[in-house]
């Protein structure tokens, strides 16, 4: 665990962690899981790695969070990501206790993957979740995302 500095300073090192993976061949997604003032998790998209369809970047965050942590509660805690969580991501941050989500760039910036034709736009009512959702724009993460 390291303590927490900055919201931008965290959002850059879940870019970071992103493009690793991504140069790595898995996606370019990266997140992490501040609780109680300090990163208890930063992880990157592992699907291709691991042949797990369900490793997102956020997933692998707050799995390894709870690891670390030795629960599965993280109740108050954010979760940060290198893009807007997708459906099964927010719902995991949920279960999880976490109601907050900082992400850098918008699901509609994905262009490697079908992501318009799974979500489209105006079909999901972020509403019915109690997760806040904070966007936060950095040009890197939008940019690794159009590769």
């Not at 997102?56 to 709870?66: F, P, S, T």
């Not at 999880?96 to 105006?122: H, M, Q």
């Amino acid at each position: 665990m390291t303590p927490f500095t900055s919201d931008l300073d965290l959002l850059e090192q879940t870019v970071a962690v992103a493009k690793a993976a991504f140069d790595r061949g898995d996606g370019a997604f990266g997140a992490a899981v501040v609780l109680d003032g300090n990163v208890v998790s930063l992880e990157a998209v592992a699907i291709d790695s691991t042949l797990d369809p369900t490793a997102h970047g956020e997933v692998c965050a707050i799995r390894a969070a709870c690891r670390n942590l030795g629960t599965t509660d993280l109740t108050g805690g954010v979760l940060y990501t290198s893009c807007e969580p997708c459906v099964m991501c927010a719902s995991a941050a949920v279960w999880a206790g976490i109601r907050s989500v900082i992400y850098a760039a918008p699901i509609e910036a994905v262009t490697r993957y079908p992501v318009r034709d799974l979500f489209p736009s105006g079909t999901i009512d972020w509403s019915l979740l109690p997760l806040k959702r904070t966007f936060m724009p950095l040009d890197d993460a939008i940019e690794l995302l159009s590769r």
